[in-house]
């Protein structure tokens, strides 16, 4: 027997090896679909609604499996431009733009929206609450330099960052210039994160409803609502598809991009939207926003997604549109004579 | 895709070179974090190596075992642990310790009090039997006697105090999870490198990834010297 045990090791070993190609091989029997890698924002991930969506998604579409990364908008959309992705689902109407103009997006569509809030400890100690959102922030930073607040900010170029750093400039500050001061504390993460460290700090912070509402109920944070929803603070995603006429990007998959952008405008999915979280937190975490638009059922919200997140009064120019498919896009006018003369074009 | 690598690397020699105070600032940062965290360490690990060195006690294998399984301790899981320890609602809520600098040094000196206590320990029982019954003799007390083993384990205590040096300034786990890579407070090299490709700043992340690596090779130069003499 004791010639065995020298065999022990090799034994062990060759256990080790034949289950890690048994589970590479299970594996990768799963992975036979082909992948679409959309890239998208923290905010809208961790609520858990994309996971809703990437299930209705592939039961419709069987061969299809979705992947998300989610990151804060800035580097969402500079994965997509490397190639990275085949489409991008963010909010950040400018950014946005960009990324239409420089050649990398087509098909852009408005799907959904909601609003961000500014959050903080129940005793409100900057006295922010009931203010709007560009004087709450300027009471916080006068709190902060007194030594009485803190502010906690997403610091990573999200589309929730540079809604922030609109409302610094706003009234008249420079986020680049506040973040080396004391009372303000640049977090570099993404929304979760940044809550979890304002809760810990009894500090202050700007976030989308949804990702407010998620963590309030779960229990993760327990800061509350200081300055309410309104036209200032509206958050609008948006759907594009790569373009694949950028040589850069003739890799991406556009068909199943374009299926699931239009998978997201649909009817069905709208719906989800509108019922996503109402049952845990009573109000829709994101709203449906394409047949608000379409049939104007809220002009007031309405008139805010025009003025705010179109472009050239439009969801999408009409040069950035590359075979749209069923896909139909908005524009503010929509007064028959120029829709007839769109058609001629 | 390689212009972008060699332009980050262009920027990043440019960074170190012109003394950035951004990148220079998270340097010094993190040799202060991870330097008290060594310190601190020390404190305790240097009197339970001497003891575990010197010692016979019921139990002590049992302790030396569990000193060298601890020396493999997934840093993101003690992360994990001093987080929820240190969070408002947990038991040491009350010192407020969370996302501070201190707060990633005591995570870093308990990461790394085993390698400071079996690196010291292997020295100390390497010293020669008969010198540490010497010392045991001849010392009028306990701390004399301790202190006289340990000049004579100098080369090893040294060992394991770069070694542990290293392991802190080099572990992201902790620092990320409990200093939360805040600008200007507790961002250190390793939660830049890792986090600041959020910012997607190439150039930046290139420049603290040299100085990471150029410190944590130049201490381990040090330590093969020592090891050889």
Partial sequence: ?345 | MTSEIIDGVIQAFHLLFSLDPTVYSIVFRSLYVSGLATAMAMLWSLPIAVILGMKNFRGKRFVKASFNAFLGVPTVVLGLVLFLLLKRSGPFGMFELLFTPLAISIGQAILITPILVSFTMSAIESVDTELRELARTLGSTEIQASTAILREAAGGVTLAVIAGFNRAFAELGVATMIGGNVHGRTRVLTTAIALEINRADIAFSIALGVILVGIVFAMSLILNYLRRS
């Fill in chain 1, 1 to 345: 027997m004791k010639h065995l045990k020298k065999y022990y090791g090799i034994i062990l070993v060759a256990i080790i090896i034949a289950a890690i190609v048994i589970a590479a091989w299970a594996l990768n029997a799963t992975q036979q679909k082909e992948i679409l890698t959309v890239s998208t924002t923290t905010s809208l991930y961790e609520t858990g609604l994309l996971d809703i969506l990437d299930a209705e998604f592939e039961a419709k579409y069987p061969n299809i499996n979705v992947t998300f990364i989610s990151q804060g908008t800035g580097l969402a959309i500079k994965t997509a431009m490397g190639g990275d992705a085949d489409m991008i689902l963010v909010h950040d109407p400018d950014r946005e733009q960009a990324f239409l103009n420089e050649g990398y997006g087509v098909n852009r569509k408005i799907v959904a929206y909601n609003f961000f809030v500014i959050v903080g400890p129940e005793d409100d100690p900057a006295g922010v609450k009931g203010l709007d959102p560009v004087n709450a922030l300027l009471a916080i930073k006068e709190a902060g330099e007194a030594g009485n607040a803190i502010w906690v900010s997403r610091g990573d170029d999200s589309g929730t960052h540079s809604m922030e750093k609109r409302l610094w400039i706003a009234g008249d500050e420079d986020a680049s210039v506040l973040r080396d001061e004391k009372w303000y504390w640049e977090r570099g993460a993404g929304m979760t994160a940044t809550l979890v460290m304002a809760n810990e700090k009894r500090g202050y912070t700007i976030c989308d409803m949804g990702s407010y509402l998620n963590n309030y109920v779960s229990g993760a944070i327990d800061l509350e609502i200081m300055v309410e929803a309104g036209q200032e603070t509206l958050n609008v995603y948006s759907a594009i598809a790569c373009d694949p006429q950028n040589p850069d990007l003739a890799h991406v998959k556009f068909d199943h991009a374009m299926k699931f952008i239009n998978f997201l405008a649909s009817d069905e999915v709208q719906e989800i939207f509108a019922d996503f979280g109402v049952d845990n937190f009573g109000q829709p975490l994101f709203n449906p926003a394409v047949k608000l638009l379409k049939e104007n059922t809220d002009p007031t919200v309405a008139g805010w997604i025009k003025d705010f997140a179109y472009i050239d009064g439009t969801e999408c120019p009409s040069d950035k549109r590359y075979e749209t498919g069923n896909l139909s896009f908005l524009k503010i006018a929509t007064i028959p004579t120029i829709i007839r003369r769109e058609s001629l074009n």
